[in-house]
């Protein structure tokens, strides 16, 4: 079975400084990866995918992730934060046997708080 | 091109009742997936629809179920509401074919709430 651990409930940061959002995965066949965000009242928009191209994966709004077999980790950073990115950001996994069937498996996601 | 709309945006419901709830898919796509997202938690997959037909279920009892038009839009229906059942519910549609489903386009959701 697969599954997703989002370590940090909640991450609050200053403005201009880096962010780090962990995710831990475990998926019997060979991982998707994704990362979601979700701002209040709207609905959830892809940041950025890992679908066993490239190890290190850029997304949208300068959010960049790395992803490490070996530690089977999908932690989500960004070098500076801006006040438009406080919201909650999801962890999802897609493994290859279940991606026919469209199923996202999500981590219970991750408060990001940006403080000025 | 449109975006994934859903309605209603709000519904208040009491125990035992019924309730449906619609999704119009983005232009262009096939597939219908439902979501239920409770309060403080990640969205948790109900099913999902290609084709006017159910491919594939989570962990969700019989009473929750779905229909997908020839217009790929979709509905979901869930009989004698539980208070458990407050939540926010949302579709995401996207493009399946060769090579698998693509990208999930996430609607704003229509909350649920179970008096």
């Known amino acids: 079975a697969q599954s997703v651990t989002q370590l940090d409930s909640h991450v609050s940061v200053s403005e201009g400084t880096p962010v780090l959002l962990r995710c831990n995965y475990s998926?019997?066949?060979?991982?998707?990866l994704f990362w979601y965000v979700q701002h209040p009242n709207k609905g959830l928009q892809l940041l950025l995918k890992?679908?066993?191209?490239?190890?290190l994966v850029k997304g949208i709004n300068g959010f960049e992730a790395e992803f490490k077999k070996s530690e089977t980790s999908f932690h989500l950073t960004k070098p500076s934060a801006h006040m438009s990115d406080a919201a909650e950001y999801f962890c999802v996994v897609s493994d290859r046997r279940s991606s026919n069937t469209g199923k996202l498996i999500f981590g219970q996601g991750t408060t990001l708080q940006v403080k000025p | 091109e449109t975006g994934v709309t859903q309605s209603p945006t709000h519904l208040i419901k009491t125990r035992g009742q019924q309730v449906t709830l619609r999704c119009s898919s983005q232009?262009?796509?096939?597939?219908v997936s439902w979501y239920q997202q409770a309060l403080g938690q990640g969205p948790q997959f109900i099913f999902q629809?290609?084709?006017?037909?159910?491919?594939g279920r989570g962990n969700f009892p019989p009473r929750f179920s779905g229909l997908q038009f020839p217009n790929y839009s979709s509905e979901l229906n869930v009989n004698a509401l539980e208070l458990d059942d407050s939540a926010l519910y949302l579709c995401?549609?996207?493009?399946?074919?060769?090579?698998?489903?693509?990208?999930?386009?996430f609607g704003p959701g229509t909350r649920l709430t179970v008096l």
């Open positions: 232009s262009g796509h096939n597939t």
């Open positions: 629809y290609y084709r006017e037909e159910e491919n």
């Open positions: 890992y679908t066993s191209a490239a190890t």
């Open positions: 998926s019997s066949y060979s991982p998707s």
């Open positions: 995401a549609s996207s493009l399946s074919g060769a090579g698998g489903i693509r990208e999930q386009f």
